[in-house]
């Protein structure tokens, strides 16, 4: 994989032992951006493994080159009455960074982001907002792109007649919110790529489930587009993307082998694409 957006990391040496499994495994070298070396202390959660956490990028050196000193990061927002306030918990502190595609034509730039939305439903549209106005900040990229946990449903309830969630009609670039912000869903495309109705698109979406518990909604997300200055980001000229897959626990557990564990911990489904300039 040429990017790896984290989640829930408890620190930097965490992350880059990550990065060691994956050099060991498929070779070559791997990067590390974290957004905070060593995250705070978060009393409220019951979990111990949740009281130091913060989100991190993971990069294939031998395409991919840091450019240093763009590193931003910024607090998710929370629900506070009728008011969206900036998340403490470090958790939420999501993280960008811009790249050079050292292999592309004239070294192509993108800038990607790691987020992390808080569990509480109100603020996903201006998160969705926020991520944009912070991804729009990197000038001379050809590319955007941010997934992770959002911690948000696409639908209003889990079946195939259910509406779309406020935060997703704006984020999703091929519905119709008229001030949407202009992403590809990987996973919605994918799905309306081998599907034939509404309802059997909205089936291909809970299919892709990543969390297991009770309705098992969608909360992780990949989403991308062209910078406007590069190709048009409208819903008729999106970045094209395949290999789009929901990777499955019983993957991840044979991949584990012989430590087939139970996944206790966290239960989130990654995915995965190919993005095309």
Not at 159 to 166: L, R
Not at 238 to 254: K, N, S
């Amino acid at each position: 994989p040429d990017f790896l957006l984290v989640q829930q990391i408890t620190d930097h040496d965490q992350l880059d032992f990550l990065a060691g499994q994956l050099e060991d495994l498929l070779g070559g070298d791997y990067g590390t951006i974290i957004a905070e070396q060593h995250p705070g202390y978060w009393a409220p959660v019951d979990c111990g493994y949740k009281k130091h956490q913060t989100n991190g990028i993971i990069y294939r050196k031998g395409r991919f080159t840091y450019i240093y000193g763009t590193k931003k990061t910024w607090p998710a927002k929370v629900s506070k009455g009728d008011d969206c306030d900036p998340a403490k918990a470090p958790r939420y502190r999501n993280l960008a960074s811009k790249f050079t595609d050292t292999l592309s034509a004239g070294k192509k730039q993108l800038a990607i982001a790691s987020i992390h939305w808080p569990v509480v439903d109100g603020c996903g549209v201006t998160n969705a907002e926020l991520t944009q106005n912070m991804l729009k900040t990197y000038t001379g990229v050809e590319m955007y792109i941010w997934g992770g946990d959002v911690n948000l449903p696409d639908l209003s309830s889990q079946s195939p007649s259910a509406g779309y969630k406020p935060w997703y009609e704006r984020a999703n670039v091929e519905l119709n919110d008229p001030d949407n912000i202009g992403y590809r869903d990987a996973v919605w495309h994918h799905c309306q790529g081998s599907t034939g109705s509404a309802a059997a698109l909205k089936q291909c979406l809970l299919d892709n489930h990543t969390l297991p518990f009770g309705v098992k909604p969608r909360y992780d997300y990949l989403f991308f587009k062209y910078a406007n200055d590069y190709k048009p980001g409208d819903a008729a000229n999106p970045p094209p993307a395949d290999g789009v897959h929901t990777v499955t626990f019983e993957e991840a557990g044979a991949a584990q082998a012989p430590d087939d564990s139970p996944l206790s911990y966290s239960k989130h489904r990654a995915v995965r694409a190919y993005i095309h300039w």
